[in-house]
Each structure stands twice: as C-alpha cells, then as structure tokens.
C-alpha cells in the first residue's frame, strides 16, 4: 500500500492492549486436550473463554507437577487458576407492557460490550470501542452476525454503536488483515462471509461515515480473499482460491488450521474418529464450514445425514461469490470516487470475469436456481438453499433469472414461518430444514424486493414476524433461529443448546416491523400467548 491508502482511522492506542494471539489450544496444551476431552464443562466453548488467574505458563508448570498425583482433581485445578465467565441469571427481565419493538431497544444495552478493561492473556481479542454480541453463549463481536444486527441498531437510533462497530472492523482489517469469525485468538485462522461492503453502504447511508473512508480496508479484506489467486492453473486450489477448467477463479472456504476447532474440541473429534478420511481433512472441512455461518448444513455434507462426510473446501459457494462480487463493485466505484480510475476499471473487469463464472458454474438453467458447484467432482450441488437468493440480493442476476428463482423459491422452500433454510429435512443439522434464520430472511426479502416479487417477499416477512411474535408472547424473548412452523417450538440441532438474545433476529426483526407498520407484531407483548396462528 502506498501512504494514500494508510487508514484514516485515529485509534485510542491506550485503550487498546498489544493483542495476544496465542489460542488456548497452542497456550495450555496438554492441560487443554485434558479439559476438553475429560468434558470438565459440558461446553467446549466454556474453557476456552476462561480468563487465567495467573501467568498462563506457570499455571501449565502446576498442572504438570501435579496432574500425575492421586486423587487429582482436574475440575478443582481449572476452577483455582481460570476465572469463569458467567451470565448473570437476572441480567435482563423482560417487562410485559412493552412492546416486541420496545423490547429490542431495551436489549441493546444488554448485548453492548465496553471493552474498558481487557482481561490479560484471555483468548478476547481487544477492541478499541464498544460493540454488540449476539447473546448467550455468544459473548464476542462475530462478523457477518454484526451486519444484521446493525439494520436494528440503526432503526434504534443508535448511531453511537453503528460508529463505534464502524471503527472496530476498520481496526480489526488494519490489524489482522481481514475480520476474524469472532474478536476471540480462536477465531484468527478463518473469517466469516465477507460483508463489510454491506456495512459500508450502510455507514454511509447514517452519516456514520463516507463509504470512500473505508477503501484501504476493503482493499486489504479483498487481498486476503483472494491471496495466491494469480498463480494458480486450472483444477489447481490455493486456500481461498479455486481455478475452474476454463481458468476462471471463484472462491471457497476455508482455515488456515486442520486441527479440531477449540470452541467444539471434543465434538471435532468424535465426527472425525466416526470418518474414514484422514482426521486434518475432516477438521480443515469442519473449520471452512464455521467460516461460512452455516455451521453445519446438509449444503456441505457428502451425505446428508453424516456430518463426517463434510466437504466444504471442495464446495464453491454461491453466496460467498456473490458477496465477493459485491466487494469488487464496491472498491471500483470507490475508487472512482478517489480518482483512482485505472485501479476502478480492473476491478469492474474482475467484478464481470465473477459474474460470467457465477453464471457459468453456479446457475443452473434447467432448475431456474443458482446452485453450490463441486470443484472436485466437477459438477453443481442438487441441493437446494436459501443461497439461491444472495445473486438477487446483491443485485447480480437478471431479471429473468430472479423470476425464475422466485418461482423455485415459493414451490420449494416458502415455509408457514418464512424461508426455509435447505430442502434438506432430518440431517439433524441447524442449518436445514425445519429451522429458519433471521439474516435469510434479511436477504431473501430484500433480494425479491429488488426484482419486484414483492407478494412473495411479504409472505416471506409476515410469516418470519408471526413466528418471531408467537413465540415472543410465548416465552418473553427471542432467540438465534426458530422452527418455521406454528408450534412455537424451540429450534433444535447442532451442537450446542439454543440460544436467546439475540444480535441477529433482534436486528432484522426491528427493521421488518418498521417495514410492515400492520403486522400483528405491533401488537404482541411479552408472555400473553395467543392459541391462533394464521398463514396466508
């Protein structure tokens, strides 16, 4: 980079420590497989956000020397020398005479982390301004959460924490190089779907900041996407990187690392154990699939009911390449912007070079819908997903196609409560079938807006608010996904418990009933359950 492109961003170095980037699993080593395998927390995710009560390398010294005594206690050890993050029980209580609306505002604060103090040698990655969690479980800022979660903030009025999220990713691509999964050192080998150039058109539509301000970061999240793309020959791969038959290049996910992750240690490795594939394969699959949010679906696995049979490096996705695409137009028409016209024209013509592989390699004509494409077994997924709407969301396809996928999207994945996941049911997976989650239906309704299916996109809306709303009244909160039919019943599968909060559905819930004045979710309040559910 040259000194133009150096960040306009000033920083409160003092509020912000020397990162840390030792994880847990390299930091403890044997005193972490001995946690997580013996399940002393019956969440992987527990130990590895413990705060040590002393110097990491004399607490490894302890365990050494004692580990091998009898009797020894290795819950007692960990409860002596970690501090364990706890939610407190009475944190937030729902009041019954608000309304769903006033109910998220009241959250906000809850889910608000000021980083004032940052615990030392802890696997938080500091930031330099406040920011917003998703809840639960999820105690640190997560990328692509964030965007969904910034349409409510922005709703809210809370212009303060857009600047302040505005900053913090700016800060975190100008340290790192791109955004981790989450602000954790555990996260640092993989990013999230890259959608800081959705977050830039809406900073810039708050008056947060101008758009222009953000192009060294983009520019730098860009490099990292696409690093080693310009060496590769067809059928050749290089970590984000693929080059198809014809030599056009489209991208995967991926982790810089192939050992379990530390968040789900013990669960990585029963799923490779019960795989006949070399376990760092299944590993380096498992990471690439938390790298893409969809962690886990059918839409990566081999067969639908094996999670060991995950794939996800031989699979290109079609929404990571749309978002990709929207990344190249955004840095051409910045750079306009600056005056940088030769720098615009190559991006615009990498931008066309996505969009003809993307519709060479990821729609399917026959179908009417953009699939997955495997690069391995050169040939597309049959699977259907709620991915088949980012190219409409983004604003990629052609009219002729988003009728096309409107079309599939009603007869095939149009549910009671709003848009399907998959049209996988049964993988046990969350993100498949029955379970629906906000930040599809964000882009599946946008994404139809656009193109003017507007009928599907409002059944789209009212069947997600109903679903949101009855469960509301139901049990005084909301939480990360929900079952998309009318039961009211908790969400289910994966790896961990469900979640309440929560960043996300808070976020595009907030900003769908701003959209929808009329909706019975204007009118529903905390804990009075109605007994009817209509679907249009």
């Not at 040698?121 to 990328?143: A, I």
């Not at 791969?237 to 810089?256: F, I, Q």
């Not at 695409?325 to 996505?354: M, P, T, W, Y």
């Not at 049209?423 to 079938?433: F, H, K, N, Y």
């Amino acid at each position: 980079m040259t000194d133009t492109d150096l960040s306009p961003f000033d920083y409160d170095t003092h509020a912000v420590s020397d990162a840390d980037t030792l994880t847990p699993a390299d930091r403890y080593q044997e005193l972490f497989v001995a946690v997580q395998t013996q399940r002393v927390f019956p969440d992987s995710k527990t130990f590895v956000d413990c705060a040590p009560r002393q110097h990491p390398e004399r607490i490894l010294d302890r365990y050494r020397a004692r580990s091998d005594e009898p009797g020894f206690d290795l819950k007692a050890f960990v409860l002596e020398h970690f501090e364990v993050y706890e939610i407190a029980p009475t944190e937030f209580v729902a009041n019954p005479d608000d309304s769903l609306a006033e109910h998220i505002d009241r959250l906000w604060p809850v889910l608000t982390r000021r980083p004032r103090q940052h615990p030392e040698f802890s696997s938080l990655l500091p930031l330099p301004h406040d920011y917003v969690v998703p809840g639960g479980r999820f105690t640190e800022m997560y990328y692509w959460d964030s965007y969904f979660t910034m349409l409510g903030l922005d709703e809210s009025g809370h212009c303060e924490l857009l600047r302040s999220m505005a900053d913090n990713f700016a800060y975190l691509i100008d340290t790192y190089g791109h955004v981790p999964n989450g602000n954790r050192s555990y996260y640092l080998s993989r990013s999230q779907p890259p959608v800081f150039a959705l977050m830039i058109d809406l900073f810039e539509d708050t008056g947060v900041h101008r758009a222009s301000d953000y192009l060294p970061q983009l520019r730098k999240e860009y490099a990292f996407w696409t690093e080693g793309s310009e060496h590769l020959r067809p059928g050749e791969a290089h970590r984000r990187c693929v080059c198809l038959p014809d030599g056009s290049v489209l991208n995967r996910y991926w982790d810089e690392r192939d050992t379990p992750r530390e968040e789900s240690y013990l669960e990585d490795v029963e799923t490779a154990r019960s795989s006949s594939r070399p376990a760092h394969e299944v590993y380096r699959d498992l990471r690439a699939g938390a790298e893409s949010g969809w962690d886990f679906s059918s839409r990566w696995l081999g067969d639908p009911q094996r999670l060991s049979s995950i794939r996800t490096t031989n699979i290109i996705p079609v929404d990571l390449n749309s978002f990709l695409h929207k990344v190249e137009c955004q840095i051409a028409r910045l750079s306009d912007q600056k005056g940088r016209h030769e720098c615009a024209e190559a991006f615009r013509q990498r931008a066309n070079a996505r969009l003809t592989a993307i519709n060479l390699y990821l729609w399917n004509d026959r179908d009417g819908a953009y699939f997955d494409y495997d690069w391995t077994l050169q040939q597309p997924r049959t699977n259907l997903t709620a991915a088949t709407l980012t190219p409409l969301f983004l604003r990629l396809a052609s009219d002729e196609q988003a009728g096309r996928v409107a079309d599939i999207v009603r007869e095939r994945l149009l549910a009671p409560g709003g848009l399907s996941t998959t049209d996988i049911a049964g993988s046990g997976e969350q993100w498949d079938r029955p379970n629906g989650w906000a930040p599809l239906q964000w882009m599946g309704i946008r994404g139809l807006q656009h193109y003017g299916h507007k009928a599907l996109a409002l059944q789209i809306e009212e069947r997600w608010l109903s679903v949101v709303s009855l469960l509301f009244e139901r049990d005084s909160k909301l939480v990360e996904k929900y079952v998309l039919r009318p039961s009211a019943e908790h969400a289910c599968g994966g790896e961990y418990p469900l979640q309440d909060g929560f960043g996300w559905t808070n976020g595009v819930t907030r900003k769908l009933m701003q959209d929808d004045p009329n909706h019975e979710a204007h009118r529903c309040r905390a804990g009075r359950c109605r007994a009817d559910w209509a679907v249009d």
